[in-house]
């Protein structure tokens, strides 16, 4: 069996502690031991990796893009339904931009092709293409993936269960409320009754599935918290009911604010607008969302909900590989702790794949995600943008992205 031991690394380990200095040894797929200086680890039949102080940390995980959304960072695409044939290298374009962005998971946010998604899936899993780790999702407007088509009726929920249970999804995407996020006229909607979405999420754990919705009002929320939804995504206009009842959920539930879309959104808007603030602002959903982000973003902390990352990377004007981007923002533009923001990429997206006994953590038993960082992701989390500063890649115990040592620069400054 193949051993890798990573000396002299700086090992974030996804709990949210600050990073220490020590080991890692790495045997098949998984880490065996973690050594925190002085102590050393036994090197026998070991390849050695000095990675000179740079950090080592769990691979990253996102919890909501879309693989079959067709933008990515080098390739931005504006059809939204491209054909069949096309699709496919789009979605496997997405896969290896991911992983080359160091996000070795993801679970995701939402299909428009589930089968596709699911063949992807397969495809990583058994080695034969590059990327993360995938949970597969529905469909993520109606039972048929129809455009512009929200409700559904009793009937109609159960046929789609049905449905994706055939075509081997791994969660269930619900649209609760509104049409999407860019008609703010219809934010309000309720798509599904509580007796249809307790229906699909007590049909989904009977088949082994998660559930996740698109939750963007008090009204959608509680209706999504109520019914057992097991990922609620969004969340920004959450009153004071809605967090209790996310509260009272407790472990069971996850809360995936999706504060990079809206970023973006408020971002282009302001660009559109020529500068002019007051303007974007008439315009832009983007802005409503950030603002209402500023109030529940500390709430949610408070509560100690299980928070994720992934900001509904996959659009245009907010592309795939851009990703870590929601790190930045919750720290920058929140002012979250960063080792505690890192939590959500790392440990809690271990969970939210349904894998927290192993997966999302530098821990020995657990699987080895593992980048090496050349800097400080601490000090500054904005790094982890850069695929450049990747100096290694690891997926499950096999080299994607092979050790690459600090060049030597010509002044050596320490
Ligand atoms: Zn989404």
Not at 5 to 19: E, H, L
Not at 233 to 254: K, N, T
Not at 324 to 347: H, M, N, Q, S, W
Not at 361 to 382: E, T
């Amino acid at each position: 069996m193949s051993a890798t031991v990573f000396t002299n690394v700086s090992i974030y380990d996804g709990t949210g502690s600050k990073p220490f200095p020590g080991e890692v040894r790495v045997e098949g797929k998984r880490i065996i031991a973690v050594a925190k200086t002085p102590e050393k680890l036994p090197r026998d039949g070991a390849r050695l990796i000095d990675a000179g102080g740079m950090t080592l940390m769990p691979g990253l995980i996102d919890g909501h893009s879309h693989l079959c959304f067709i933008s990515a960072i080098d390739r931005i695409q504006k059809d939204e339904m491209p054909p069949m044939e096309r699709h496919f290298y789009y979605m496997l374009h997405n896969a290896k931009t991911l992983i080359d962005y160091g996000f070795t998971s993801i679970y995701s946010g939402g299909a428009v092709r589930p089968a596709l998604e699911c063949a992807l899936r397969d495809e990583v899993k058994a080695g034969w293409v590059p990327g993360p780790r995938i949970k597969a999702s529905s469909f993520e407007r109606s039972v048929s993936g129809e455009r512009n088509k929200w409700e559904m009726s009793y009937d109609e929920a159960l046929q789609f269960v049905r449905d994706m249970v055939d075509t081997g999804v791994d969660s269930l995407k619900l649209v609760i409320d509104g049409h999407g996020a860019r008609n703010p006229a219809h934010w309000e909607d309720l798509n599904y009754d509580e007796k249809t979405i307790s229906e699909i999420t007590r049909q989904a754990r009977e088949n082994g599935m998660s559930t996740s919705a698109h939750t963007f009002t008090a009204g959608g929320i509680k209706r999504g918290a109520r019914c057992g939804i097991r990922v609620l995504y969004h969340c920004q206009f959450a009153d004071e009911e809605a967090l209790d009842l996310i509260s009272a959920r407790g472990d069971d539930v996850f809360v995936g604010p999706t504060v990079g879309v809206s970023y973006a959104g408020r971002e282009e808007a302001l660009k559109r607008a020529n500068g002019n603030e007051e303007e974007a602002r008439q315009k832009a959903g983007g802005f409503r969302i950030m603002d209402a982000y500023h109030k529940v973003l500390p709430e949610f902390r408070k509560r100690g909900f299980k928070l994720t990352i992934g900001g509904d990377y996959g659009f245009p004007f907010n592309p795939i590989g851009r990703n870590a981007r929601d790190l930045e923002i919750l720290v920058k533009e929140f002012g979250f702790d960063p080792a505690e923001a890192l939590t959500y990429a790392t440990k809690n997206g271990g969970d939210i794949m349904g894998m927290k006994e192993e997966l999302g953590l530098i821990k020995p038993g657990y699987l080895a995600d593992i980048l090496l960082v050349d800097g400080d992701v601490i000090a500054d989390i904005g790094i982890l943008q850069n695929k450049d500063k990747l100096a290694m890649i690891m997926q499950e115990g096999k080299e994607y992205k092979p050790f690459r040592a600090r060049q030597a620069l010509p002044m050596a400054a320490e």
